[in-house]
C-alpha cells in the first residue's frame, strides 16, 4: 500500500510556464514533506521542504503547497527551464526515514 | 568535501553470488541508509543506522545486510544475489541533530547491479 503517491508519471511544459506536480499522502503521521530532483545516472539532490504546520514554503521558483486536509501536495516551477527536465519525486519524512512516491517526469520544451 | 560515496558504480552478479556495497560518507553524519530504486516504484528503504553499532529494517530488507562498524561506512551486502535484487541502489546520510526540516538528508550517485 503506498503512502505517498504521484499519479502522473509525466508532464510536458513549453519554457516559461508553470510546472506543477503533485502529490498524495495516507499517513498523517508525516512530518515533513519534500521534493527531490533527479537527473539520469545521479542520486537524487534535495530541492525544497515543508513542514507540517505550514501551508506554503517558497525559494526563488519553487514553491510547495501543503494542504493537508486534503493530504496532498504540489510544487510549482515558475518559469519552467529547460534545465528543470528531471524526474521529480515527492518524499514524506517520519524521522529520518522517507517514503518516496513513484516519481514524475518533468520534460520542458524550449 | 566528497559527500557520500558509493563504489562500485556498475556491477553484473550471477545468481547465487554474495556482493558488498560500499558507502562512505564524510559529514559526520549519525544517520544513514540504503535505498533501493525500481521502475513505476520509487526509491524504497533497505536498512538504516542512526549510528556506529545500530541498525535495523526499511521497508524491504530481506536478502540484505549491513552492518555500521564506524560512523563513515555503511555497507550493504548482498548474501545470496537474486534477479529480483537488480536494481538501483542509492546510500544516504543525515545530519540528526536539532533542527533537522528534512532537508539534510544526502544521496550518493547510486550503484547499478544486474543479477543475471
Known amino acids: 500500500d503506498q503512502q505517498v503517491k504521484q499519479n502522473s508519471p509525466s508532464l510536458s511544459v513549453q519554457e516559461g510556464r508553470i510546472s506543477i506536480l503533485n502529490c498524495d499522502y495516507t499517513n498523517s503521521m508525516f512530518d515533513y514533506f519534500l521534493w527531490y530532483k533527479k537527473y539520469p545516472a545521479e542520486g537524487p539532490t534535495f530541492l525544497i521542504s515543508?513542514?507540517?504546520?505550514?501551508d506554503k514554503n517558497e525559494d526563488g521558483r519553487f514553491t510547495v503547497f501543503l494542504n493537508k486536509s486534503a493530504k496532498h501536495l504540489s510544487l510549482h516551477i515558475v518559469p519552467s527551464q529547460p534545465g528543470d527536465s528531471a524526474v521529480y519525486f515527492c518524499a514524506a519524512s517520519a524521522g529520518h526515514k522517507l517514503v518516496f512516491g513513484a516519481g514524475t517526469i518533468l520534460r520542458v520544451k524550449s | 568535501n566528497a559527500g557520500v560515496t558509493q563504489t562500485p558504480k556498475f556491477q553484473v552478479l550471477k545468481t547465487g553470488q554474495s556482493m558488498t556495497l560500499q558507502c562512505a560518507q564524510d559529514m559526520n553524519h549519525e544517520y544513514m541508509s540504503w535505498y533501493r530504486q525500481d521502475p513505476g516504484m520509487g526509491l524504497r528503504l533497505i536498512h538504516y543506522?542512526?549510528?556506529?553499532?545500530?541498525?535495523d529494517q526499511g521497508e524491504v530488507p530481506n536478502g540484505y545486510n549491513v552492518s555500521r562498524s564506524t560512523t563513515e561506512d555503511f555497507p550493504l551486502r548482498l548474501l545470496s544475489a537474486a534477479p529480483s535484487q537488480t536494481s538501483v541502489y542509492f546510500c544516504?546520510?543525515?545530519?540528526?541533530?536539532?533542527?533537522?526540516?528534512?532537508?539534510?538528508?544526502?544521496f550518493g550517485e547510486g550503484s547499478w547491479l544486474t543479477v543475471v
Open positions: 544516504a546520510s543525515s545530519y540528526s541533530g536539532e533542527g533537522y526540516s528534512g532537508n539534510t538528508i544526502y
Open positions: 543506522s542512526v549510528g556506529a553499532g545500530i541498525t
Open positions: 515543508i513542514s507540517s504546520i505550514k
